[in-house]
């Protein structure tokens, strides 16, 4: 894209230390289609933590920018160190910055240090679940996806565990995307595509949670990001397994451009 400078906009990350600044850039990214693939801080696969030590730490050292396009502008994302040994750094990658994003965790998800009640999140997903059931006020929130979308004890490896955590894991799937579909339902977009973001951060490969994604998309009317989640899904999959989308997805998006099925 010509980079005309009134289509510019520099916004700037900051926050606590760990709340989540360089994990959402990468969904941006990953949304805006500028990467094909979600990383993540704890694989250090992320756009913006790529110096050495940093994904050694697993945190930002430096601030660092990234760019992708969206809706006819550039969007120059600056990622800012959280940790307050760095925040010189951090105030002068502001300076550069004409909006800013404060990121805390509740709005985002649990910091690895919160308690995630694992009764409650288990009632949770079954009333997402079950329309039959009453949906409380809070369980289509940001901080239902939150507790959504953590393990149970992450890296205990005894059997009862793994039972159990695999058990946990498809039923928190399986409920940030009905929740996804909820939201997606009731116009609630913005919200929708965090919840399905959420279920494809859990499982980078599923199906299910890249046509969430993809519906949500389609019901708010943006046939291009649609589009462009679904050949990135493609991508995706041929390199990582050799496979192509069932139908079934295909079917989402086949009457909508030629390239999903290029070859
Ligand atoms: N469950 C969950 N974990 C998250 C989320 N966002 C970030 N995390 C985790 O929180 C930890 C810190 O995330 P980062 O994205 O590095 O946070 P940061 O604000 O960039 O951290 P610093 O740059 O070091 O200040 C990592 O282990 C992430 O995997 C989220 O939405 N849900
Ligand atoms: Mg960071």
Not at 56 to 82: E, M, Q, Y
Not at 196 to 213: T, V
Request: charged share 25%; hydrophobic share 45%.
């Amino acid at each position: 894209m010509a980079t005309d400078i009134s289509k510019i906009r520099n916004v700037g990350f900051a926050g606590h230390g760990g709340v989540g600044k360089t994990s959402l850039v990468e969904g941006i990214l990953f949304a805006a289609g500028a990467v094909n693939r979600l990383g993540k801080v704890d694989d250090g696969t992320t756009t913006t933590d790529f110096d050495p030590d940093e994904i050694k730490r697993k945190i930002s050292l430096g601030t660092s920018v990234a760019f992708c396009d969206w809706k006819g502008h550039r969007l120059n994302l600056i990622d800012t160190p959280g940790y307050g040994d760095f925040v010189a750094d951090a105030r002068a990658g502001l300076r550069a910055a004409s909006a800013a994003v404060i990121v805390e965790d509740l709005d985002l998800g649990p910091h690895p240090d919160v308690r995630v009640d694992i009764r409650e999140s288990r009632a949770l997903a079954h009333r997402l679940l079950h329309p039959s059931n009453e949906i409380l006020p809070g369980d289509e929130t940001a901080a239902a996806v939150a507790s959504l979308s953590v393990d149970l004890l992450p890296g205990w490896y005894d059997d009862w565990v793994v039972i159990e955590n695999e058990e946990w894991h498809q039923l928190r799937l399986h409920a940030l995307e009905a929740m996804a579909a909820h939201l997606t339902r009731r116009g609630r977009w913005a919200e929708a595509v965090i919840a399905a973001l959420a279920a494809i951060r859990a499982e980078p490969l599923r199906e299910s949670a890249h046509g969430a994604l993809i519906k949500v998309f389609l019901a708010e009317g943006n046939q291009m990001e649609a589009l462009q989640s679904f050949n990135r899904y493609r991508t995706m999959l041929q390199s990582e397994l050799g496979i192509e989308p069932t139908a079934q997805l295909t079917g989402l998006v086949s009457n909508l451009g030629r390239r999903h099925s290029d070859p």
